[in-house]
């Protein structure tokens, strides 16, 4: 049964840092591009980060440019986000997902038609 599971989520302070983990069961992870996106309360669903399948190649949004970091590990079938400089603007749910290819689409990869597997979504809240 393909599965994502996120994980590493929680509560913290402006300025802080968190690692999200994706991982993934089910399906043969070297295969695709995976992205993670987020949705904050009455907002849409936004592209944060995507990797293709190697690492070789990486896409941040601009409002996390400089500040968060996506990688993977294919060895634990895991792919990360690294989050640093947290800003409450960040607090959303974040999700991972799977494009049907091992490169995302190189315009529109934050766009969340088009990807076909998505996890649960852990929460991450960033707050005094």
């Known amino acids: 049964q393909l599965k994502f599971v996120e994980s590493g989520g929680g509560l913290v302070q402006p300025g802080g840092s968190l690692r999200l983990s994706c991982a993934a069961s089910g399906f043969t992870l070297n295969y695709y591009a995976i992205t993670w996106f987020r949705q904050a309360p009455g907002k849409e669903r936004e592209g944060v980060a995507c990797i293709n399948w190697n690492g070789g190649l990486t896409n941040v949004a601009n409002s996390v440019k400089g500040r968060f970091t996506i990688s993977r590990d294919n060895s634990k079938h895991t792919v990360y986000l690294h989050m640093n400089s947290l800003k409450p603007e960040d607090t959303a749910v974040y999700y991972c997902?799977?494009?049907?290819?091992?490169?995302?689409?190189?315009?529109?990869?934050?766009?969340?038609?088009?990807?076909?597997?998505w996890g649960q979504g852990t929460q991450v809240t960033v707050s005094s």
């Open positions: 997902a799977r494009y049907p290819n091992a490169d995302p689409p190189v315009t529109e990869w934050g766009t969340p038609a088009g990807y076909e597997y």
